[in-house]
């Protein structure tokens, strides 16, 4: 049986007890440990904000105006991922986002870009109904270097089209901390003939350079001149820059469906004026437009423009949070369904070699050694999924491997091995393959946690799979819930199988939905086919389905504002023992 033993040659665990050590060895991965998660910070990482102007975008339709989108792509393990997406401007040729794109840069690496435009069908956000317009592919290392950087995107078919893309890049530095803002707005112009003009509020930063960058774009209210928008968060370096007296330049428009939206009047402020709002109290501007006040003796204003809240969210780190006493709870689910072939063959995926583990123990070990740093009891839950189980051999698709139903921990991920392989014999590999039922078992823990309202445990559920799951919109719906929680997972597809259908785990225009059509909260999923990484090292495997979960932890208890315990607290609180 496959063990982690003591290599002979290097002293370090590894698949064999020969003078010659394999390339599959837990040093490899324990080296990569702190970076997977982002223990320590490297000094070339820095965070960069990407904000996107197109112009001169045609449309294929002639008769109405394109409703543009761009969807930024990364490339990653030689395949394009989605990182994000803008938001959809309605009949615009010569779009402005006020979607900003943050991302990490690495001076040591090449980060590939490729930022897609598309033309979204007014009845459906989704890109499976949109028109590809063209794209644009670039590093992000090219936009760093010069600021600005503007390239014309190339058409279905790769010919130059007349659309340039201009991307302009800002590092974050300093300060991350988030505004969060509520405006409404009282007797405003009326624009419309038969109908309420139907506002919204554009507020731009004025630059170093006497530009004008633009920082949000509030939604419409339709028809009304008493509007009170969304409440909305901005970082405080998009707003300002972190300077709290930086002229912020504001826009109240009555929006038009062909684009030609019609000008009602602006103010200036500042983040310091702003602030005023803290308490409670209302801050207000007169909204003015310098053409009535030229023509109009007795004008005083276009309405009335009103911050009813402004309120500063500290951001904290994925270290804070952990230094804070904040454990990851590990739990592994298997896919023990027959397409899995029989463990006695050594076709099969779950075949235990002397010498070399199989791919769901690759796995298992590679994201198992980095959680458990984390983790201060080092027990963890394993399930298996898809068989027939002793002593009645009944079909589970939530068993404990251990057998011990009342205690499914397993100790340290080398007693996780053993109770995989000592399972293995004693079952009958069946089907379907159903995970909605092992997400709603962890998800019940989870929300147990959710009522404590302290950053103390987050769970992390490995689910190792074999195939495409056959219970799609039970697990959406259970993705949907556990958004709600403490929780992340991540399905690593092991073997051959066509594994396009998981992506559907993404979403269909972006963002997973359950069949009833309510979106996930956070996005918690991560898949990965293992054949990916089939020659890569484990620690490989580990960065790329481990990159999210710090700020996936960090974004679940900034969202439910729960500040992590500052060090000091949670060692006092921790109970004394030997």
Not at 92 to 111: A, I, R
Not at 136 to 162: D, F, H, M, N, Y
Not at 519 to 523: E, G, H, K, Q, Y
Not at 525 to 535: A, C, D, S, T
């Given at each position: 049986?496959?063990?982690?033993?003591?290599c002979?040659?290097?002293?370090?665990?590894?698949?064999?007890?020969?003078?010659?050590?394999?390339?599959?060895?837990?040093?490899?991965?324990?080296?990569?440990?702190?970076?997977?998660?982002?223990?320590f910070?490297?000094?070339?990482?820095?965070?960069?904000?990407?904000?996107?102007?197109?112009?001169?975008?045609?449309?294929?339709?002639?008769?109405?105006?394109?409703?543009?989108?761009?969807?930024?792509?990364?490339?990653?393990?030689?395949?394009?991922?989605?990182?994000?997406?803008?938001?959809?401007?309605r009949?615009?040729?010569?779009?402005?986002?006020?979607?900003?794109?943050?991302?990490?840069?690495?001076?040591?690496?090449?980060?590939?870009l490729?930022?897609?435009?598309?033309d979204?069908?007014?009845?459906?956000?989704?890109?499976r109904?949109?028109?590809?317009?063209g794209?644009?592919?670039?590093?992000?290392?090219?936009?760093?270097?010069?600021?600005?950087?503007?390239?014309?995107?190339?058409?279905?078919?790769?010919?130059?089209?007349?659309?340039?893309?201009?991307?302009?890049?800002?590092?974050l530095?300093?300060?991350?901390?988030?505004?969060?803002?509520?405006?409404?707005?009282?007797k405003?112009?009326?624009?419309?003939?038969?109908?309420?003009?139907?506002?919204?509020?554009?507020?731009?930063?004025?630059?170093?350079?006497?530009?004008?960058?633009?920082?949000?774009?509030?939604?419409?209210?339709?028809?009304?001149?008493?509007?009170?928008?969304?409440?909305?968060?901005?970082s405080?370096?998009?707003l300002?820059?972190?300077?709290?007296?930086?002229?912020?330049?504001?826009?109240?428009?009555?929006?038009?469906?062909?684009?030609?939206?019609?000008?009602?009047?602006?103010?200036?402020?500042?983040?310091?004026?702003?602030?005023?709002?803290?308490?409670?109290?209302?801050?207000?501007?007169?909204?003015?437009?310098?053409?009535?006040?030229?023509?109009?003796?007795?004008?005083?204003?276009?309405?009335?423009v009103?911050?009813?809240?402004?309120?500063?969210?500290?951001?904290?780190?994925?270290?804070?949070?952990?230094?804070?006493g904040?454990?990851?709870?590990?739990?592994?689910?298997?896919?023990?369904?027959?397409?899995?072939?029989?463990?006695?063959?050594?076709?099969?995926?779950?075949?235990?070699?002397?010498?070399?583990?199989?791919?769901?123990?690759?796995?298992?070990?590679?994201?198992?050694?980095?959680?458990?740093?984390?983790d201060?009891?080092?027990?963890f839950?394993?399930?298996?999924?898809?068989?027939?189980?002793?002593?009645?051999?009944?079909?589970?698709?939530?068993?404990?491997?251990?057998?011990?139903?009342?205690?499914?921990?397993?100790?340290?991920?080398?007693?996780?091995?053993?109770?995989?392989?000592?399972?293995?014999?004693?079952?009958?590999?069946?089907?379907?393959?159903?995970?909605?039922?092992?997400?709603?078992?962890?998800?019940?823990?989870?929300s147990?946690?959710?009522?404590?309202?302290?950053?103390?445990?987050?769970?992390?559920?490995?689910?190792?799979?074999?195939?495409?799951?056959?219970?799609?919109?039970?697990?959406?719906?259970?993705?949907?819930?556990?958004?709600?929680?403490?929780?992340?997972?991540?399905?690593v597809?092991?073997?051959?199988?066509?594994?396009?259908?998981?992506?559907?785990?993404?979403?269909?225009?972006?963002?997973?939905?359950?069949?009833?059509?309510e979106?996930?909260?956070?996005?918690i999923?991560?898949?990965?086919?293992?054949?990916?990484?089939?020659?890569a090292?484990?620690?490989?495997?580990?960065?790329?389905?481990?990159?999210?979960v710090?700020?996936?932890?960090?974004d679940?208890?900034?969202?439910?504002?729960?500040?992590?315990?500052?060090?000091?607290?949670?060692?006092?609180?921790?109970?004394?023992?030997?």
């Open positions: 049986m496959w063990k982690l033993s003591p002979s040659s290097c002293g370090s665990p590894c698949t064999c007890e020969k003078t010659s050590c394999p390339a599959f060895t837990m040093s490899d991965i324990y080296e990569s440990a702190a970076n997977s998660l982002g223990l910070s490297s000094p070339c990482l820095t965070k960069v904000e990407l904000r996107l102007t197109c112009k001169g975008i045609s449309d294929r339709d002639a008769l109405s105006k394109p409703d543009p989108c761009v969807v930024l792509n990364m490339q990653s393990h030689g395949q394009w991922m989605e990182v994000d997406r803008t938001e959809v401007i009949s615009c040729v010569n779009p402005t986002y006020s979607k900003v794109f943050t991302l990490d840069y690495y001076f040591e690496e090449v980060q590939r490729r930022f897609e435009l598309y979204i069908n007014s009845s459906h956000n989704g890109l109904e949109a028109d590809f317009l794209s644009v592919e670039c590093t992000l290392g090219q936009i760093i270097s010069q600021r600005k950087l503007s390239k014309a995107l190339l058409r279905p078919g790769g010919t130059v089209g007349k659309a340039i893309i201009t991307i302009t890049a800002e590092e530095t300093g300060n991350d901390d988030y505004i969060e803002l509520s405006f409404s707005a009282r405003l112009d009326d624009k419309d003939f038969f109908s309420k003009s139907d506002p919204f509020l554009e507020i731009y930063r004025l630059n170093d350079d006497a530009t004008l960058q633009l920082v949000y774009r509030t939604e419409t209210v339709m028809n009304n001149l008493n509007p009170v928008w969304k409440t909305f968060k901005v405080l370096n998009s300002c820059s972190g300077d709290h007296e930086r002229k912020l330049q504001c826009t109240v428009w009555d929006w038009d469906s062909n684009g030609k939206h019609d000008y009602i009047g602006e103010f200036e402020a500042t983040f310091k004026e702003m602030r005023g709002a803290i308490d409670g109290r209302q801050v207000q501007w007169p909204c003015i437009n310098p053409k009535y006040k030229v023509k109009k003796k007795n004008y005083r204003n276009s309405g009335i009103i911050l009813n809240q402004c309120k500063i969210i500290k951001m904290h780190s994925f270290l804070d949070y952990i230094m804070g904040c454990q990851i709870q590990f739990t592994v689910a298997i896919d023990f369904t027959a397409s899995n072939g029989d463990p006695r063959n050594s076709c099969s995926l779950h075949y235990i070699h002397p010498f070399q583990p199989n791919e769901y123990l690759k796995a298992l070990v590679a994201v198992g050694e980095i959680c458990q740093d984390y201060s009891d080092k027990m839950p394993a399930f298996g999924f898809g068989a027939r189980i002793p002593p009645d051999y009944k079909v589970s698709h939530d068993f404990a491997v251990n057998f011990n139903e009342e205690n499914p921990e397993c100790a340290g991920i080398q007693g996780l091995v053993e109770a995989y392989q000592a399972c293995l014999p004693k079952l009958q590999l069946y089907g379907p393959t159903n995970i909605a039922p092992i997400i709603q078992k962890v998800a019940n823990t989870a147990q946690e959710v009522h404590t309202k302290e950053a103390m445990q987050y769970f992390i559920l490995l689910i190792l799979t074999d195939g495409v799951i056959t219970d799609m919109a039970d697990t959406r719906e259970a993705i949907v819930q556990a958004s709600h929680l403490p929780m992340s997972i991540i399905i597809g092991v073997g051959n199988a066509d594994f396009t259908d998981m992506q559907m785990l993404d979403g269909d225009d972006g963002i997973l939905r359950s069949p009833k059509g979106p996930v909260l956070r996005d999923v991560q898949f990965v086919p293992f054949r990916n990484f089939k020659h090292s484990p620690a490989a495997l580990a960065k790329s389905v481990l990159a999210e710090p700020n996936q932890v960090v679940y208890y900034n969202s439910k504002g729960i500040k992590p315990k500052v060090p000091s607290e949670y060692q006092s609180s921790r109970p004394f023992g030997p």
